[in-house]
T-cell receptor, first 114, second 114 residues
Framework: KAGVTQTPRYLIKTRGQQVTLSCSPI?????VSWYQQTPGQGLQFLFE???????NKGNFPGRFSGRQFSNSRSEMNVSTLELGDSALYLC?????????????FGSGTRLTVV | GDSVTQMEGPVTLSEEAFLTINCTYT??????LFWYVQYPGEGLQLLLK?????DKGSNKGFEATYRKETTSFHLEKGSVQVSDSAVYFC?????????????FGKGTLLTVNP
């Protein structure tokens, strides 16, 4: 079966712009989570969506937002980009919120802010 | 709060050497524990898991045992291959508030030379 698909794979944006990243979960998975990965901070949790509702949120400023559609696809948006937002953004899907079996991750979107 | 500490890398080994990557955790309660692997240019893949004390997770020759008394989940492999070169992440998952939360370690880069 198809895995978690993230688009685009690479993005270059200018400071002050906004960006939207997309994540299509594994078919049948209803929970989508987003993580930011940087060399300095490692993997940091952004938010989790289930049935179009945000169920959990990490400690990121309001410039970071997300949503989930009825088909479980999710988007995250970052407004007013800063240089420090350069990172690999990973999406992970799971069957339900709280499954003990871990997530399936996508390959990520590499965002570079210049 | 919950935290995961894993040995800092990079770890460099020769092919067929024995691998140990240490991981300890701090959590109030009984977390599920995971090892994820990230190959160059890819997202994270679940390598193995353990959901209760004394469980042993295993996959692709890798093993880790959930040790409650030492709050550890060390990753081992008896004979590494060049293809095992990747970043390895230890993670725990706990129910917090009204949601599950996944907490990652910083990751350990493993390089295996022929």
């Amino acid at each position: 079966k198809a895995g978690v698909t993230q688009t685009p794979r690479y993005l270059i944006k200018t400071r002050g712009q906004q960006v939207t990243l997309s994540c299509s979960p594994i078919s049948g998975h209803r929970s989508v989570s987003w993580y930011q990965q940087t060399p300095g901070q490692g993997l940091q949790f952004l938010f989790e969506y289930f049935s179009e509702t945000q169920r959990n949120k990490g400690n990121f400023p309001g410039r970071f937002s997300g949503r989930q559609f009825s088909n479980s696809r999710s988007e995250m948006n970052v407004s007013t980009l800063e240089l420090g937002d350069s990172a690999l953004y990973l999406c992970a899907s799971s069957l339900e919120v709280g499954t003990p079996y871990g997530y399936t991750f996508g390959s990520g979107t590499r965002l570079t802010v210049v | 709060g919950d935290s995961v500490t894993q040995m800092e890398g990079p770890v460099t080994l020769s092919e067929e050497a024995f691998l140990t990557i240490n991981c300890t955790y701090t959590a109030t309660g009984y977390p599920s524990l995971f090892w994820y692997v990230q190959y160059p240019g890819e997202g994270l893949q679940l390598l193995l898991k353990a959901t209760k004390a004394d469980d042993k997770g295993s996959n692709k020759g890798f093993e880790a045992t959930y040790r409650k008394e030492t709050t550890s989940f060390h990753l081992e492999k008896g004979s590494v291959q060049v293809s095992d070169s990747a970043v390895y992440f230890c993670a725990l998952r706990m129910y917090r508030g009204s949601n599950y939360k996944l907490t990652f370690g910083k990751g350990t880069l493993l390089t295996v030379n022929p």
